[in-house]
């Protein structure tokens, strides 16, 4: 029997519906005992000549991986962002790789508005104070009524504005691919990445990685940022030049910072930016609540069982490497 290996947790955990999805295409389901995984060799021993779909999440899927699965097919990503699959490599083995954009939009939204709030007013610096037996005051910054910034007006940062209005936020845009309709029903002002950062007093991050937004927030458009503003970082670490972020935060001209994604996944404890107080971070978990989990699952069954199970599948916007015929 033909399977799919599951290589990430999240799949099917808030319903068995997109496993039953496969089973019923008549594909075995394999899932990956062992997490995390953060180098591709850990899932080798889980490869045959009959995987023919993978299903991950952050899990690297690179070119070793593929040569060593003879009948891998398709490559089904849990989520959005494709950076830690080898899509050069894919396209030169004829596999597919597909996405789920938008399937976890709103629960990524929630939670890095919830960052933002968290990090302004400090309510995890406040919770530690009081298990720890104090009754501390903690003074923090409005977010009512302040400019939020976002980079990134896709699926995630169209739910981030749709949320600042209801805190009447003055909201700033800046993304290449600019959505004119969606800007104008929720007054979301065009602007180019350097005025949106002068004049931001939140900046929150919902830009895919890729070579040209990698370390697009280095020690520059820090330093144009305004001074005790706040960095929200809940799409790649990459796009961050953490080092430099850290130096920002260290110096007081910026006076906070809510990281969820960072450069090198699993943090190191030891990590100099995990020990500033006015840090909130989170381990790579904005889209983690069950809604987007099973939305996600669902959509990335359907995209495996699509691309295997139709004779010519028609192209989709999703499927973002085909073979290369």
């Known amino acids: 029997m033909k399977k799919v290996l599951i290589t990430t947790p999240s799949f099917g955990k808030f319903s068995r519906e997109p496993v039953e999805i496969l089973e019923n295409a008549g594909f075995e389901v394999v899932r990956v005992k062992e997490h995390p995984i953060s180098e591709e060799e850990e899932l080798l021993p889980y490869i045959d000549d009959e995987v023919v779909a993978i299903i991950n999440g952050l899990e690297p899927v690179g070119r070793g991986l593929m040569e060593a699965a003879k ?9 959005a962002g494709v950076n830690n699959i080898d899509l050069e490599a894919a396209k030169e083995h004829q596999i597919y790789v597909a996405n789920t954009p938008g399937a976890n939009k709103e629960g990524v939204a929630d939670f890095a508005f919830g960052l933002m709030l968290a990090v302004a007013r400090k ?3 406040a919770d530690r104070s009081m298990r720890e037996g104090e009754w501390n005051g903690f003074f923090g910054s409005s977010v009512y009524g302040r400019a939020l910034g976002i980079i990134g007006m896709g699926a995630i940062g169209k739910c981030m504005a749709v949320r600042a209005e209801g805190f009447q936020m003055k909201i700033l845009g800046y993304d290449p691919f600019w959505d004119e309709d969606f800007a104008r029903e929720h007054g979301v002002i065009r602007c180019t990445l350097e005025d949106l950062l002068k004049e931001a007093d939140y900046v929150t991050i919902h830009a895919p990685l890729m070579k040209a937004t990698e ?13 005790g503003s706040f960095l929200i970082n809940a799409a790649r670490g990459e796009i961050v030049n953490e080092k430099a972020l850290y130096e920002a935060l260290v110096s007081g001209h910026l006076a906070g910072a809510a990281i969820d994604a960072f450069t090198c996944e699993p943090v190191d404890s030891n990590e100099p930016i995990l020990k500033l107080e006015q840090v909130v971070v989170s381990p790579h978990i904005a889209s983690y ?18 691309l295997l199970c139709q004779p010519k599948p028609e192209k989709k916007p999703n499927w973002v490497v085909v073979d290369a015929d």
Do not use: F, W
């Not at 370390?215 to 001074?227: G, R, S, V, Y």
């Not at 069950?290 to 699952?297: R, T, V």
């Open 123 to 125: 309510i995890p610096q």
């Open 71 to 79: 009948g891998l097919r398709v490559i089904a990503k849990h989520g």
């Open 289 to 306: 609540n069950d809604e987007a989990m099973n939305s996600c699952s669902l959509y990335a069954a359907k995209n495996v069982v699509a």
């Open 215 to 227: 370390h697009m927030i280095d020690a520059p458009q820090l330093a144009m940022m305004k001074t």
